[in-house]
């Protein structure tokens, strides 16, 4: 247990691939003493805990460098019940330390090199470097502090090396034209309407062509999850190949828990040769809530606002993370995931300002049963300036039985039914299918008329038949 942070490590600490020279696994070995039980430090070499109000963010079992999932439950870790989340302490004492805008950084992934490695001593030659003169010295640093001095000449150096370069800034798209026909309708300014199909467990396409078609006069795009709660399916990329080929616009999901920065990048690219353009990022359930055996519980290479970052840079800018050019750049869309009522609002507005700015172009949000609920979560995302930046799409979905109602109310983070619903739901009977469709469009509608809200992704929970009704019950 650290001294500074109630956190236990998740993981052990890393190990260097090569035998480091005798001086720096001295150096290492005194910085994982110190650090260790101070931070929980877990020596990934690639030091952000200034960035991190001094809490070690690989506390995290996901291991996210850029913030929270959507699965914070109260405060508490999803993953592992017994604990803290890692980035809710993080932005605890963050307010308390009047630090909240370091959060806004867009923070790379770690570079495995210097995985178990020292930062001491690469502080220490960057100042060299930078000329200690132009650091210490008043007459060299001219006019700047200290502090500022040290923050530009050596620890953001040093924490943002040159393949990343992450800053606090909102980077609008480099390219003028739709990427995607979901795209050119949001631009549009008309309200859109997307949904989900659930990917099938079988080899077998037709009963997905079948639901594609079915959903398809009524929506603008379709997603495909990717394993979602951590169950295999057919692949996101599959199934967006298939709606690609009935003239359909996908939103192909990609999670970092079954990823890493490599099939990222080949991932983005490949989806461009079978007609996808719409990419959502996420960081993926864990496979705590999927089936056992379970796999690795821990997220270790890129989180969604990495994934953000490094995509957009391939479109915008024509490389690859390691630098390398891409001739003929993909044309994408990207989109990320929210959770209104995950955190504290005003925190979770700083999330999403930081995805906005890593390249969101578009936010799906969790499911939403009370319209109201989201008021104070835009008022936010106004205040900062978002609303004019991201196109939001609010989830809702329509519940095919009381079971399942009670399910997500108990069981998935950051769903909520409120009561007055379960009852409506609970004392249909008969009715039970006419009611809660009713409650649906209900919903889509007090969405449409929400300030900041661009239209509704409908997530059906393999009720796909609904949808045709609830678009045009909320259409007459
Ligand atoms: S996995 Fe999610 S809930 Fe758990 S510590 Fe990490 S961010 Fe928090």
Same mark, same amino acid.
């Given at each position: 247990?650290?001294?500074?942070?109630?956190?236990?490590?998740?993981?052990?600490?890393?190990?260097?691939?090569?035998?480091?020279?005798?001086?720096?696994?001295?150096?290492?070995?005194?910085?994982?003493?110190?650090?260790?039980?101070?931070?929980?430090?877990?020596?990934?070499?690639?030091?952000?805990?200034?960035?991190?109000?001094?809490?070690?963010?690989?506390?995290?079992?996901?291991?996210?460098?850029?913030?929270?999932?959507?699965?914070?439950?109260?405060?508490?870790?999803?993953?592992?019940?017994?604990?803290?989340?890692?980035?809710?302490?993080?932005?605890?004492?963050?307010?308390?330390?009047?630090?909240?805008?370091?959060?806004?950084?867009?923070?790379?992934?770690?570079?495995?090199?210097?995985?178990?490695?020292?930062?001491?001593?690469?502080?220490?030659?960057?100042?060299?470097?930078?000329?200690?003169?132009?650091?210490?010295?008043?007459?060299?640093?001219?006019?700047?502090?200290?502090?500022?001095?040290?923050?530009?000449?050596?620890?953001?150096?040093?924490?943002?090396?040159?393949?990343?370069?992450?800053?606090? /800034?909102?980077? &609008? =798209?480099?390219? +003028?034209?739709?990427?995607?026909?979901? $795209?050119?309708? @949001?631009?549009?300014?008309?309200? %859109?309407?997307?949904? /989900?199909?659930? &990917? =099938?467990?079988? +080899?077998?396409?037709?009963?997905?062509? $079948?639901?594609? @078609?079915?959903?398809?006069?009524? %929506?603008?795009?379709?997603?495909?999850?990717?394993?979602?709660? +951590?169950?295999?399916?057919?692949?996101?990329?599959?199934?967006?190949?298939?709606?690609?080929?009935?003239?359909?616009?996908?939103?192909?999901?990609?999670?970092?828990?079954?990823?890493?920065?490599?099939?990222?990048?080949?991932?983005?690219?490949?989806?461009?040769?079978?007609?996808?353009?719409?990419?959502?990022?996420?960081?993926?359930?864990?496979?705590?809530?999927?089936?056992?055996?379970?796999?690795?519980?821990?997220?270790?290479?890129?989180?969604?606002?990495?994934?953000?970052?490094?995509?957009?840079?391939?479109?915008?800018?024509?490389?690859?993370?390691?630098?390398?050019?891409?001739?003929?750049?993909?044309?994408?869309?990207?989109?990320?995931?929210?959770?209104?009522?995950?955190?504290?609002?005003?925190?979770?507005?700083?999330?999403?300002?930081?995805?906005?700015?890593?390249?969101?172009?578009?936010?799906?949000?969790?499911?939403?049963?009370?319209?109201?609920?989201?008021?104070?979560?835009?008022?936010?995302?106004?205040?900062?300036?978002?609303?004019?930046?991201?196109?939001?799409?609010?989830?809702?979905?329509?519940?095919?039985?009381?079971?399942?109602?009670?399910?997500?109310?108990?069981?998935?983070?950051?769903?909520?039914?409120?009561?007055?619903?379960?009852?409506?739901?609970?004392?249909?009977?008969?009715?039970?299918?006419?009611?809660?469709?009713?409650?649906?469009?209900?919903?889509?509608?007090?969405?449409?008329?929400?300030?900041?809200?661009?239209?509704?992704?409908?997530?059906?929970?393999?009720?796909?038949?609904?949808?045709?009704?609830?678009?045009?019950?909320?259409?007459?």
């Amino acid at each position: 247990m650290a001294l500074f942070t109630p956190l236990r490590r998740w993981q052990p600490a890393f190990r260097p691939f090569g035998r480091q020279p005798a001086g720096k696994r001295m150096l290492a070995l005194t910085e994982r003493v110190v650090k260790g039980p101070l931070f929980g430090c877990r020596m990934c070499g690639n030091c952000l805990l200034q960035e991190t109000a001094f809490i070690c963010h690989m506390a995290c079992p996901k291991g996210l460098r850029n913030g929270p999932c959507g699965g914070v439950n109260n405060g508490w870790c999803y993953v592992d019940p017994t604990r803290r989340c890692a980035w809710d302490l993080i932005y605890e004492r963050s307010r308390r330390m009047h630090r909240e805008h370091k959060l806004l950084e867009v923070l790379p992934p770690v570079d495995w090199d210097r995985a178990g490695t020292e930062t001491w001593g690469e502080v220490v030659r960057t100042a060299r470097k930078a000329g200690l003169r132009n650091i210490f010295l008043p007459s060299g640093r001219k006019g700047k502090t200290l502090g500022s001095a040290l923050e530009e000449h050596v620890f953001r150096p040093v924490r943002q090396p040159g393949w990343w370069k992450g800053d606090s /800034e909102y980077h &609008p =798209p480099a390219v +003028a034209e739709p990427q995607s026909a979901l $795209e050119r309708e @949001l631009r549009s300014g008309r309200f %859109v309407i997307t949904a /989900e199909v659930t &990917p =099938p467990l079988t +080899a077998a396409t037709a009963r997905l062509k $079948e639901k594609i @078609l079915l959903v398809k006069p009524y %929506v603008t795009a379709v997603n495909f999850t990717d394993g979602s709660s +951590a169950v295999p399916r057919m692949s996101s990329a599959a199934c967006s190949a298939v709606a690609s080929s009935l003239g359909t616009d996908p939103v192909m999901q990609i999670s970092a828990r079954d990823n890493n920065r490599n099939s990222l990048q080949s991932q983005a690219i490949g989806a461009n040769a079978i007609g996808v353009h719409n990419i959502l990022c996420l960081s993926g359930d864990s496979p705590r809530i999927g089936p056992r055996p379970r796999s690795n519980m821990n997220i270790v290479d890129i989180d969604s606002v990495q994934m953000l970052w490094i995509l957009r840079r391939m479109r915008d800018e024509g490389i690859y993370l390691d630098g390398r050019e891409i001739k003929n750049r993909p044309q994408l869309f990207l989109g990320a995931a929210a959770a209104p009522f995950a955190l504290d609002a005003a925190l979770q507005a700083l999330r999403i300002m930081k995805k906005v700015n890593a390249g969101a172009q578009f936010l799906q949000t969790n499911l939403v049963f009370d319209p109201d609920s989201l008021d104070p979560w835009l008022e936010q995302l106004d205040k900062l300036g978002l609303l004019d930046k991201v196109f939001i799409l609010a989830g809702i979905s329509p519940i095919k039985t009381l079971k399942l109602a009670r399910y997500l109310d108990d069981n998935i983070p950051g769903v909520t039914i409120p009561a007055p619903v379960m009852k409506r739901l609970a004392d249909a009977g008969d009715r039970f299918a006419e009611e809660s469709v009713a409650i649906t469009v209900e919903n889509l509608l007090k969405l449409k008329a929400k300030k900041g809200i661009t239209g509704v992704h409908i997530m059906p929970l393999g009720w796909e038949d609904a949808l045709p009704y609830i678009i045009q019950q909320a259409a007459d």
